[in-house]
């Protein structure tokens, strides 16, 4: 006679190290904003250093999105392989490494080169940190996504800031690289042992008793499903990507083009000119802070649509008077609605989609963010720079409004 004893199926990860890894999750984020900010912060030092042009500048800031879009594509099969959390260590160790390479770079092709490792090594721990991050949320069953954002936005302010003291004090560009490389490299490194394991990123698991339904596991599409059924991988892919595209080539533009926009149509100078930005930055920041209580109080269809028609028209508004104090409104108006979009719509994605289609939709999003600032440029060139600041808010509010006719196909999943 034999005795079968009963057995429990025991989940992949415990509640305990999902809370663990959200910390840990935010500790990257967090380091990779501060590395980011680093550099930007050192941009002017480089180019005197190399004698420069604005045009030879522009190029080599071009090695780095080269370097982004080249290596973003190939995350998804790196994290399939090998899990979030060695991709996302990997390469924030590598990009870590990279910081420097810039400042000992002794011409233009080499500083193109070095800012192509640099891009590689932030974009593919870009995209491995949000799947990452869209794993913890949706073992937690609950919104988390834009606390990690939140951390990116603090490792910024914190980046710019220690970079602002240590220009104050001085310090060569290649001492304050390696300053940040260790440090940041070690909390990357120590977080990374908290980081939820491969057998996790996937969700194929029954959801918490408490869990919210949209918390439950994604089902795979049929064989058969054609390219127009809301339940095809590849149609959500391109539905969410196209939000996250416009949505990230709204913020990552308006950065870059606010002070120039306050310092020639508004005809600031000194402090002054960063005040848009300044303004942009701490809304963000802080929208991103409270975004988690509001996507469980109103749902991420309408935190998305509702920030992303404040945006534009917030951002509008500033661009329709030469009123420098109506444009830093604007901007803060701007930031508190764009804050949240990107952060959810990842978000979004983890719950209908599988780690390699988080990828694949965190690079469409990352593209808009590369591409915006040049687009602007150019729009910019063929009107005015005015036009150009414009379409970074029409960019927001077509978000706006394809987000329910979105959201509508994913219900019809």
């Known amino acids: 006679m034999s005795l079968t004893l009963p057995t429990t199926s025991q989940p992949a990860v415990s509640k305990a190290q999902a809370l663990s890894a959200r910390w840990a999750t935010s500790a990257v984020f967090f380091a990779n904003g501060m590395v980011m900010a680093t550099w930007v912060v050192r941009v002017p030092s480089v180019q005197g250093a190399l004698q420069l ?59 193109f080169a070095a800012l192509s490792l640099l891009g590689a090594g932030n974009g593919v721990m870009d995209v491995a940190m949000n799947a990452q991050g869209v794993a913890v949320e949706r073992w937690l069953a609950k919104p988390v996504m834009s606390s990690f954002h939140a951390a990116y936005s603090l490792g910024n302010l914190a980046g710019a800031g220690l970079g602002s003291l240590l220009l104050g004090w001085h310090l060569g560009s290649v001492s304050h690289a390696l300053l940040i490389t260790l440090s940041m490299s070690a909390v990357v490194l120590l977080a990374g042992a908290k980081l939820l394991p491969k057998r996790a990123d996937e969700p194929d698991r029954e959801p918490e008793p408490d869990a919210p339904p949209e918390y439950a596991p994604s089902q795979a599409a049929p064989a058969n499903s054609s390219s127009v059924n809301p339940s095809n ?18 913020e990552g533009s308006l950065g870059d083009w606010s002070g120039l926009y306050s310092k020639q149509v508004l005809s600031l100078s000194g402090a002054a000119l960063g005040a848009a930005y300044t303004a ?116 927001l509010l077509l978000v706006g409004l394809l987000t ?10």
Request: a positive charge; hydrophobic letters at 50%.
């Open 280 to 395: 942009f930055t701490l809304a963000m920041t802080v929208g991103r802070v409270f975004g988690d209580g509001w996507r469980s109080r109103y749902g991420d269809q309408r935190v998305v649509m509702t920030g992303a028609l404040l945006s534009g028209a917030g951002l509008c508004a500033g661009l329709l008077t030469l009123n420098p104090s109506l444009m830093v409104l604007g901007s803060l108006v701007f930031g508190l609605g764009v804050a949240n979009v990107v952060p959810v719509l990842y978000g979004t994605v983890g719950k209908v989609l599988a780690g390699h289609g988080i990828a694949r939709v965190a690079t469409i999003g990352y593209a808009g963010f590369l591409t915006g600032p040049p687009l602007i440029g150019f729009v910019s060139q063929l009107s005015s720079l005015r036009w150009g600041m414009t379409l970074i808010a029409l960019s």
């Open 404 to 413: 329910p006719r979105v959201y509508r196909r994913l219900s019809e999943r």
């Open 233 to 250: 991988p590849n149609t959500l892919i391109w539905m969410l990507g196209l939000l996250c595209f416009l949505g990230m080539m709204g």
């Open 53 to 111: 042009s604005p045009a030879t500048v522009g190029i080599a800031l071009l090695g780095m999105s080269v370097g982004s879009l080249l290596a973003m594509p190939q995350t998804g099969h790196l994290a399939a392989r090998y899990g979030t959390r060695r991709v996302t260590v990997t390469a924030g160790v590598l990009m870590m490494l990279a910081l420097i390479l810039p400042f000992l770079a002794p011409n233009l092709w080499l500083l």
